[in-house]
Structure formats: C-alpha cells, structure tokens
C-alpha cells in the first residue's frame, strides 16, 4: 500500500461510537477500523485496484 495521508474526519457521534465498539470486537484501532471499512467500500463498488492489503478478507494480517 502506499504512503498514508492523515486528514480531519467529522462523523456523527452515534456513528462513532458504533465504529468504535465494531473496532474493539475485531481488535482493530478505530482508525484502522475505518481504514478496513473503507477498503471494503470501494473494492465492493469496483473502485480498488486488483491486489491485496493488510487487512484483506481473510482476516490475516
């Protein structure tokens, strides 16, 4: 993967703390919960390059 880019995120508090519980049960970071979640947005729209993160869906990291 490339190099990281750190940006000001505005979400909604209920939609933050769901991402947060999501984030313990899976124990991940809730930045990098939302870096899975949107990994898994845009291969499911078709908009990710072919080829493997970190995180792919096999759960292995």
């Known amino acids: 993967m490339g190099s990281k880019k750190a940006f000001a995120l505005r979400i909604d508090s209920d939609k ?3 991402i ?3 984030a313990a049960d899976d124990f991940r970071s809730t930045n990098g919960q939302l870096e ?3 990994d ?3 291969r499911k729209a078709g908009r990710l ?3 493997k993160t970190k995180d ?3 759960g292995n990291t």
């Open 16 to 18: 933050l703390a769901a």
């Open 20 to 22: 947060e519980k999501w």
């Open 36 to 38: 899975w979640i949107i």
């Open 40 to 42: 898994q947005a845009l």
């Open 49 to 51: 390059k072919k080829g």
């Open 56 to 58: 792919d869906d096999s």
